[in-house]
């Protein structure tokens, strides 16, 4: 393959004159000059598509870390980050590491386009492909072993989330609003008894609430007194003041009844990504041509 330009006499007589002449299996193809195989429709659409992905990260750390400065100043600098469940249930830090790699991620996207820098077009496509496999993988043993995952959040999670109820602000107010949405209390199958596990809540606590649950389980929101002593009640009895199923259970019913509509959000979600990806790998390759054409 040979690129040159033939400049003819005056007026481009005797030659093509601003023309690149491209030679192809001993067959000459003419460019104009401005010609570029890089396409304008998938550089900016790229562009685009990550730009308010930036946005977004960008204020995602923003919140994140107002959340947590906030949390820090109330504890006087005495934040627990101990061990992963601490950086997990942290609700402000999975914010904020969300917010980074979302922010740094598309921002590569958004330079790699507009640039037309390969380098970061290959970092973005990776870390969208990386990504990808990782929600698959993630998606498959949901839906393949979901009575595995049920035990897995419960024995890995339940003790620690009902112990942080009251160490951890916006733990705090995401558990009542997880609970006031699926009308549930607690998590385990123990239901409303696994608030005997927060120092609070125990019955041999010397706090009013012993033996109580928060008000979020409550059936009556505007009763938010209607949980006090009910661990000792019967779940017949308790049922009328109280949800009593743990979350976990009815979190699970809830997906298995908006099954078709989850499949269709996550296989939506999937063919976006793959085409966000190749659109990436696409820009790449019009790049790479147009730099042959410059070397060669």
Not at 53 to 65: A, E, P, S, V
Not at 160 to 184: E, G, M, S, T
Not at 188 to 206: L, M, Q
Not at 214 to 222: D, F, K, M
């Amino acid at each position: 393959m040979n690129n040159y330009r033939y400049h003819g006499g005056a007026g481009g007589v005797g030659g093509y004159y601003g023309i690149e002449v491209r030679e192809v299996n001993h067959q000459r193809i003419p460019y104009p000059h401005h010609f570029t195989f890089v396409s304008s429709y998938v550089k900016y659409m790229i562009f685009m598509l990550n730009f308010m992905f930036w946005l977004f990260g960008g204020l995602l750390l923003g919140i994140g870390i107002y959340a947590f400065m906030d949390k820090w100043i109330e504890a006087n600098g005495l934040v627990k980050l101990e061990n992963i469940y601490d950086v997990v249930l942290n609700i402000s830090l999975v914010m904020i590491i969300t917010g980074i790699v979302i922010f740094i991620v598309s921002l590569a996207g958004c330079l790699g386009a507009l640039r037309e820098n390969t380098s970061l077009l290959k970092f973005y496509s990776r870390c969208l492909l990386i990504f990808f496999l990782m929600e698959m993988v993630i998606a498959i043993i949901c839906f393949v072993f979901p009575q595995h995952m049920n035990e897995f959040v419960e024995y890995q999670f339940t003790d620690k989330i009902i112990h942080y109820y009251r160490d951890d602000p916006d733990l705090q107010n995401f558990i009542d609003f997880a609970q006031q949405q699926f009308k549930c209390c607690g998590l385990s199958n123990a239901g409303y008894h696994d608030w005997n596990k927060n120092e609070y809540f125990n019955c041999s606590s010397p706090s009013v609430e012993k033996c109580g649950v928060p008000y979020s389980c409550c059936i009556n929101a505007t009763d938010i007194m209607c949980g006090y002593a009910v661990q000792q009640e019967s779940v017949a009895a308790a049922s009328k003041l109280i949800w009593t199923s743990g979350c976990i259970e009815i979190v699970r019913v809830w997906a298995e009844h908006n099954l078709y509509m989850i499949a269709g959000v996550a296989l939506g979600s999937a063919l976006i990504q793959l085409l966000v990806i190749y659109l990436a790998k696409t820009l790449e390759g019009q790049i790479e041509l147009q730099k042959s054409r410059w070397t060669n």
